[in-house]
Each structure stands twice: as C-alpha cells, then as structure tokens.
C-alpha cells in the first residue's frame, strides 16, 4: 500500500516539475525578438501603386526613404531570393526584412540583412517565401530599420504570387 502511494506522490511531483519548466520557458521566451519591445514604432504608408513581382519599390515619409528590391523575378514561392533595401536620409543600426502571409499564417521568417561595403545605406541578404498549396498567396513584407534613439520604422510593401 505504501509503494502505491510513493509512486502517486512521484509522478505528482513529476508532473509539477515539468510544468514549472514548461512556464520557465514559455515566460523565458516573452522576452524574444518574437514580440515587440517598448521601442515606439514609426509605421510607414505602404505604396499601393508599386508592384515588387516587376520592380523595385520605394515609400518615403518626410525626406527618408526605403527603396525595397527582390530579385530574381518574377518572384516566386521555395526558391532562394536575393533582397537589397536601400535608405535615404535614415542611419540605421540594423536593418530587416520580416515576411508574413496574409491569406494563411507561413510562419516566423524575419532576415537580417548585412551592411554592403563601399555602398553605405545599402543592405542585402537572402530569404526565401514559403512554398504555398493556396494558387493566389499575398504577403506583407516589412523592412524594420533599428535606429540609435529614435523609432523603429516599419516599411511595409506587398506582394502577390502565384502558383507557377
């Protein structure tokens, strides 16, 4: 009778044990780059008239801009893209691309993308769109631009793809 109530008070503790772990985690993770921080963010206008799948695209607020470039195109799903963001009248301390899709969730997929040397403002990478059953899939694509004591600027710009 005692080892029966051993055994209980073992996996009692067992299970408290693992959810105190599964909470540590879960709260641990609050403070990722997941969610937004209590940096004030600066949304931008998205530029409804551009079409990223056939040419760069720009939005400007006051005299900044952020000139947005994937290529090859046309762009399309599960194929490695190059991207270029180019600022004007911004300094930034990091620059990123954060890709969302708006018709279905894809997925976390946010890019930092590296200074190019001898081109200053100038900022590249790769990333890549998740592949998609849907035939017509929109995205949101953000440029999130980290500067020393001032906002974070959003850029949006959208996209669309088609299933080939």
């Given amino acids: 009778m005692r080892f029966k109530g051993l055994t209980y008070l073992h996996k009692t503790y067992s299970l408290v ?3 105190c ?3 540590v985690l879960i709260l641990g993770g609050c403070n990722s780059d997941f969610l937004p921080s209590n940096k004030q963010i600066s949304q931008w206008p998205v530029n409804t008239s551009c079409k990223l799948d056939a040419s760069a695209c720009s939005t400007s607020v006051k005299n900044q801009s952020i000139t947005l ?3 090859p195109k046309p762009i399309r799903v599960a194929r490695m893209l190059n991207v270029r963001v180019k600022l004007t009248g911004i300094e930034a301390e990091k620059v990123e691309l954060d890709i969302a899709g708006q018709n279905m969730y894809m997925g976390y997929n946010r890019v930092t993308l590296t200074p190019v040397k001898g081109y200053p403002h100038l900022y590249e990478g790769q990333s890549m769109l998740a ?3 849907n035939d017509k899939m929109d995205w949101h694509l953000s440029v999130l631009v980290t500067q020393k004591n001032q ?3 959003q850029a949006p710009f959208a996209l669309t793809t088609r299933s080939q």
């Fill in 17 to 19: 044990a693992v959810g």
């Fill in 21 to 23: 772990v599964f909470v």
């Fill in 69 to 71: 470039d994937i290529q």
């Fill in 131 to 133: 592949f998609c059953t």
């Fill in 151 to 153: 906002p974070l600027i």
